[in-house]
């Protein structure tokens, strides 16, 4: 099939819904349910942004006579990397950078795994030749499945908060965490919940290793990779609270088409048939999954792309404010707007320097390099919340005073026309802005942004602590030792390469 289009992806939505709920209730058809379908048209509109003509070399890829979309392409060159680049970017501009779990993430997700499966023939639950349980055959499958069909993949790799001092065999229930609880001829029995998965308005749920399992043993059942249609028989999805409220898209521009929704995952005694099934009871394999086959570096480099749209946003929404209102000959206007610049050329630079370090993995894949995608990744969650306050401190009252389009074609609209106009704008130009701002900075679905920017590539402590282990820092640490051993006039010590 290859890539597909809007309305295919809509179709088989419909067919086979994820099993949702929201508000007490049974989402049977996410294309019409209020809370999801303008979200479910939106997806649908990426996907048709594949077959414009203009975009169609950039956004697909030509492989044995089928067009695929250009985040499953396997680079094998620093111009296929910057081809998938730019195809992210393109695709973050539909949503202004504020969909952060459209399906390019996981599609790099399994496109990295796929390539590298054989990482996932060396689980020692894995069968080799065997037609089923041959974990390797089964990841390059997958890879295979999802790209000939342009799936939409959610994924959930977080245990429930409940106690996080202990361990998941130590919670009150064995079973709170996401655990093995049999095998059989089909497959495995898994029971438990997870935290997290956004955009389940998906067509499969990909459930991998949470970060790192803490246990000491090299067996464990919680330690597992797998994939399933999200309407699973025991499978399902607690939405949270909606932030799409039914508004017209001129008052609620971001939440009204693109509330991805965040989802708890529950299992509950939910078979999951060998043939999908890629890692097994081994903690250390299990640990290492995302490193092991460079999946999170075609992840994060989607995810820097993603960012460097999402920040143009902001500068573009920022400049728009300062030319509205006339502010932008003060000076603390000017460095407010220079703060924002200042983010987008470092992630800019982290882009362009992730590809200019690539170098082709084990596998023979062209993987950007990990230096500066760590950086943007530890670099991003920590300066993010400066953005939205950025707005707000540009905008101020124009922020909140924001009459929406029925009052101004309400009685008081004449007057609205008038008090509310900005210096270089009618005041229907000026409200439709700061609804854009506001949505960006501080509305539920603005909220929710700042909270995801925080945490959704991990936490950023434990980031940070990771990156301290894996950086070498040893060559200047010798470098300073070599400097303080000087005797008498200092020598030229060489640089680094
Ligand atoms: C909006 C949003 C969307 C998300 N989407 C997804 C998704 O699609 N798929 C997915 O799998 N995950 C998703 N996540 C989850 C994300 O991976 C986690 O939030 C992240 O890994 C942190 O885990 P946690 O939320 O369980 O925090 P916790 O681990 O519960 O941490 C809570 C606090 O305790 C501290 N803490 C806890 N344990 C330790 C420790 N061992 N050492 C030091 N400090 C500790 C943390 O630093 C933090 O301050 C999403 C999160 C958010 C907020
Ligand atoms: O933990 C990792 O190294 C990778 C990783 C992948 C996907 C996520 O959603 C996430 O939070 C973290």
Redesign the pocket.
Known sequence: MGAITGQEFLDRLRQNPPTLYIDGQRVTDPTTHPATRNMAHSLAGLYDLQHQPELRDLLTFEENGQRYATSFMVPRTKEDLAKIGEAHRVRANYALGFL??APDYMNANVMAAGVGADYFGACSASVKGDPRRDFAANMRRYFEFVRENDLCL??????P?VN?AKQASEMPDPYIALGVVEETEEGVIVRGA??????PIADEILV?P??VL?ENADKSKYAMGFALPCNAPGLSFQCREPFDLGRDPEDHPLGSRFDEQ?AFVIFDDVLVPWERVFLLYDVELANKAYAGTDAVLHMAYQVVNLKVAKTEAFLGTAQAIVNAIGSGQFQHVQSKVAEIIVTLEIMKALEVAAVAGAQPNGYGVMTPARGPLDAARNYYPAVYARLPELLQLLGASGIIMMPSKADREGPLGPQIQKYLQAGAASADERLKLFRLAWDMSMSSFGG?QS??E?????????MH?ALYEVYNKQPYVERIQAFLNQAGAPQAVAADD
């Open positions: 952060g779990r959610t994924h959930a790799l977080t245990n908060q996080r997870r935290m997290m998965a956004t955009l991998f949470s970060t803490k965040d929710r909270l995801y925080k945490f959704f590539f991990g936490d950023p402590v434990r602590s």
